[in-house]
């Protein structure tokens, strides 16, 4: 099988770099099959517009130059890796159900009508969407489900997150797959259970409840735990992230799992078989 050609949507970006050298580290090629850049998607007015995606992402120079037409880009290639902002990922999922590519989805602070657009696009491209795309974190989400399910709401949930000074949504997708995790582990709806904030006189904790904390600051990658906690004791489930690269090693290895898989909307535990 040849190498899979992917695109980069926001290339220029922190994570637009991260993807561009994981997946030029594939070594593509028809002997090991992995994957290409192929394509290098920015947003019109750019400075990157027209520069080598290697150079961007300091790998040396591999032929890429950005684009802002991502219609001809799609066109050309299997898959798209897209780490951006909702807006732009939903009209992603657009074209790639119209060319029937693999469309793996990373942005976070997506709306239900953001999602609901995208699980649409899914009836005709293979788009794989997570809130994020490590293995430990997907490994965590699975333990949290299982902590949840056995025990029960004398155990207070809360998930804290800390990220870097620059991002612009939270609780993180992360915090909110954790959550989303400990609501199902629990049998019990995350909108009528989530307390996202609290400030000023709230008066005692509602059993049952899941809360959230967010941190923000520096250039802190990503921190989550998720706190059990009872009468005399506390379980926390902890990761860690250190290298942004983790997340875009998780995004090119879906893309290659979801290459041939046909339509559907899948997360990184159909990925990782989790």
Request: cysteine-free; proline content about 2%.
């Amino acid at each position: 099988m040849s190498a899979m050609k992917l695109a980069v949507m926001g290339a220029a970006g922190r994570m637009g770099r991260e993807l561009i050298r994981a997946v030029h580290a594939t070594g593509g090629d028809a002997v090991v099959a992995g994957a290409v850049v192929a394509g290098a998607i920015e947003r019109p007015g750019s400075n990157a517009i027209g520069q080598d995606a290697g150079e961007l992402a300091g790998i040396g120079r591999i032929g890429v130059p950005v684009t802002a037409d991502p219609l001809d880009i799609i066109a050309k290639v299997d898959g798209i890796l897209d780490f951006t902002v909702p807006e732009v990922s939903v009209e992603i999922a657009g074209l790639a159900a119209n060319a029937r590519i693999v469309h793996v989805v990373g942005t976070t602070g997506l709306t239900a009508e953001n999602d609901a657009a995208i699980k649409a696009a899914g009836r005709h491209a293979t788009i794989i969407k997570a809130g994020n795309m490590s293995l430990g974190v997907n490994l965590l989400v699975a333990v949290t489900r299982k902590v949840a399910q056995a025990l029960d709401a004398d155990f207070d949930i809360e998930v804290l997150e800390m990220h870097h000074k620059h991002k612009v949504d939270a609780p993180s997708g992360t915090a909110l797959m954790l959550g989303e995790a400990a609501a199902e582990g629990r049998a019990v709806s995350l909108a009528e259970t989530s307390v996202r904030s609290r400030d000023g006189h709230t008066g005692a904790r509602k059993r049952g409840d899941i809360g959230f904390a967010t941190l923000r600051g520096g250039n802190v990658v990503g921190e989550h735990s998720v706190i059990f906690a009872a009468e005399g004791e506390r379980i926390v489930l902890s990761h860690i992230a250190t290298d942004r690269g983790i997340f875009a090693r998780g995004a090119v290895k879906a893309a290659l799992w979801g290459r041939g898989k046909g339509p559907g909307l899948f997360t990184m535990a159909d990925v990782l078989g989790i």
